[in-house]
């Protein structure tokens, strides 16, 4: 059956078991591997050299495009395999060996990564390791379900594995969109106008003298685990809908909208959902991640066609979409994150993108990483490259955390990833502030109205009176701006 997956011939004689392929793999070396979010990581080299990791010492710094699934980061995390990670991962047992500083996480915005390994400045690679859906004619490589960083850790590693597996449909051919920008100086425009189209090849280049191995697998990603929209979800993607709506009667944007980018997680899926009941048509989603929620509005005939670097799905709608997947191929594509988060394309195309917060503070600086101030979440992901170059840049949270103890909203962010020159619009449960072209004072008066809980207000505006009392352009009680986190730290409550 694999043998019709492998149309170039040579491979056949380097199908191996994965235990054999992940011998290729020594201690020290860096190794760049497909997925994205959990959508087509390969998974069964990765299990293979966790495995070895448990009774031999081998420490790899791992590469990836973003999040694999807890099986796979976790399962190497656990093992101890990893010396260094990055740019992205979303596991609980690999966050707790990074916040102890037993594994070192580089926190990268995904647009970045390609460059500097185009450029030197994180090689050279060793091994790429990648899942692929069928080999073509040439050798070359369909991925499956994410493209991620794959194109440029197979350019430029020294050896490359790939998995081949059978659980992928192989109608999954032609949907991705396969470009890597030049080296600088000279690199040409990137000559993408809309999402729709494409300026790429279906493949994955590769020299075959440089593939070691093929392992077949037979093995579906696994799914996503968010939740359901809520009460609370729901009335954020109404302020949200309300204020397009505005945008539309403006003029700025049309009633199709301009591009979505939605972020990662339960409230960022949840809020897209909603536009299920706007009135909005004719919407393009170009994005990092397909979740649920594109695909309901597929459902709804709100979406026309939807560009990413992977789709993650729950198990529901995973069965839904690879079960038709003839029906959806020719409103899909797939592309390197390099592109798909790329900011000259971001700006170009205006996109709205909406992303989520752990907790913003009343001038709109935004944390997405960080609680608490030291301990690493997920990673800022592509949140930056969106929210930086964004026509719309939208920012959501739940006003309050753990069952009221924590307010996301505070008086000075304890880490900062988004500044408020990227924050346009805060949306939370309680209303939507549009800080656009308003004055730090004006943003504080706005987002204490209209987006903090009403647990916290009265104890906000004590702050920030306090705070206009020492004046300034951005006015702080500074020995008191994180003294909400302390509280927390020691009462286990902000209250
Ligand atoms: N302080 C501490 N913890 C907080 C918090 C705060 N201010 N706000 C939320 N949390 C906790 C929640 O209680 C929850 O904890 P749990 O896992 O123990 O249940 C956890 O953070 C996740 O929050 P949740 O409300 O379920 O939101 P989510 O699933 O939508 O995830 C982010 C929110 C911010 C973690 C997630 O969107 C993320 O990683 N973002 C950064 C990357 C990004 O934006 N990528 C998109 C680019 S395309």
């Known amino acids: 059956m694999y043998k019709e997956r492998i149309r170039y011939a040579p491979y056949l004689d380097k199908v191996m078991d994965a235990e054999k392929a992940?011998?290729?793999?020594?201690?020290?070396?860096?190794?760049?591997?497909?997925?994205?979010?959990?959508?087509?990581?390969?998974?069964?080299?990765?299990?293979?050299?966790?495995?070895?990791?448990?009774?031999?010492?081998?420490?790899?710094?791992?590469?990836?495009?973003?999040?694999?699934?807890?099986?796979?980061?976790?399962?190497?995390?656990?093992?101890?395999?990893?010396?260094?990670?990055?740019?992205?991962?979303?596991?609980?047992?690999?966050?707790?060996?990074?916040n102890k500083g037993e594994i070192l996480f580089t926190d990268q915005h995904l647009s970045l990564t390609n460059e500097w390994i185009r450029n030197g400045v994180m090689g050279p690679i060793d091994i790429a390791l990648v899942e692929a859906v069928t080999i073509t004619e040439d050798g070359y490589i369909i991925p499956t379900t994410s493209v991620g960083n794959t194109p440029i850790f197979v350019d430029q590693a020294k050896k490359v594995i790939i998995e081949i597996n059978m659980a992928h449909t192989p109608l999954l051919e032609g949907v991705h969109d396969i470009y890597l920008p030049e080296k600088r100086p000279g690199r040409e425009p990137i000559l993408l106008k809309t999402p729709m189209e494409r300026i790429g090849t279906p493949y994955i280049k590769v020299d075959p003298e440089k593939v070691v191995a093929i392992v077949i697998t037979d093995q579906m990603d696994v799914p996503s685990n968010i939740l359901p929209a809520d009460e609370e979800t729901k009335i954020m993607a109404n302020h949200i809908i309300e204020f397009l709506k505005e945008e539309v009667n403006q003029g700025r944007i049309p009633n199709s909208l301009m591009p979505l980018q939605s972020g990662v997680g339960t409230i960022a899926n949840a809020v897209l959902e909603g536009l299920v009941h706007s009135p909005f048509e004719d919407l393009i989603v170009a994005s990092e991640v397909l979740q649920d929620a594109v695909f309901e509005l597929f459902k709804a005939g709100k979406v026309k066609f939807a560009a990413a670097t992977s789709v993650t799905l729950s198990p529901s709608w995973t069965k839904e979409l690879f079960e038709n997947f003839d029906q959806y191929r020719d409103k899909l594509v797939f592309r390197p994150?390099?592109?798909?988060?790329?900011?000259?394309?971001?700006?170009?195309?205006?996109?709205?993108?909406?992303?989520?917060?752990?907790?913003?503070?009343?001038?709109?600086?935004?944390?997405?990483?960080?609680?608490?101030?030291?301990?690493?979440?997920?990673?800022?992901?592509?949140?930056?490259?969106?929210?930086?170059?964004?026509?719309?840049?939208?920012?959501?949270?739940?006003?309050?955390?753990?069952?009221?103890?924590?307010?996301?909203?505070?008086?000075?962010?304890?880490?900062?990833?988004?500044?408020?020159?990227?924050v346009q619009i805060l949306v939370t449960e309680q209303g939507l502030a549009d800080l656009r072209g308003l004055a730090p004072r004006e943003r504080a008066e706005l987002i204490i109205e209209k987006c903090v809980h009403p647990m916290y207000k009265d104890k906000m505006r004590e702050y920030y009176n306090e705070a206009l009392e020492r004046g300034g352009h951005t006015p702080h009680v500074l020995e008191k701006a994180l003294s909400w986190h302390q509280k927390l730290r020691e009462t286990g409550t902000m209250l």
């Not at 170009?348 to 752990?358: D, K, P």
């Not at 600086?365 to 170059?389: E, L, P, Q, W």
């Open 337 to 422: 994150q390099e592109i798909s988060n790329h900011p000259e394309l971001i700006r170009r195309m205006g996109l709205i993108a909406i992303n989520t917060a752990l907790e913003a503070d009343i001038y709109g600086n935004v944390n997405s990483t960080h609680v608490a101030g030291t301990h690493m979440m997920n990673g800022i992901g592509g949140s930056g490259d969106f929210a930086r170059n964004a026509g719309l840049s939208i920012f959501v949270t739940k006003s309050i955390a753990k069952d009221g103890k924590i307010s996301s909203i505070v008086p000075m962010v304890s880490h900062v990833d988004h500044t408020e020159h990227d």
């Open 22 to 98: 992940a011998d290729f793999i020594k201690d020290g070396m860096i190794v760049g591997a497909s997925g994205f979010t959990r959508a087509g990581d390969p998974k069964a080299v990765t299990l293979a050299l966790a495995e070895r990791a448990k009774k031999e010492k081998i420490k790899i710094k791992f590469w990836t495009g973003a999040s694999l699934s807890d099986e796979v980061d976790g399962g190497l995390a656990e093992a101890g395999a990893l010396s260094h990670r990055l740019p992205f991962q979303a596991t609980r047992s690999m966050r707790d060996l990074i």
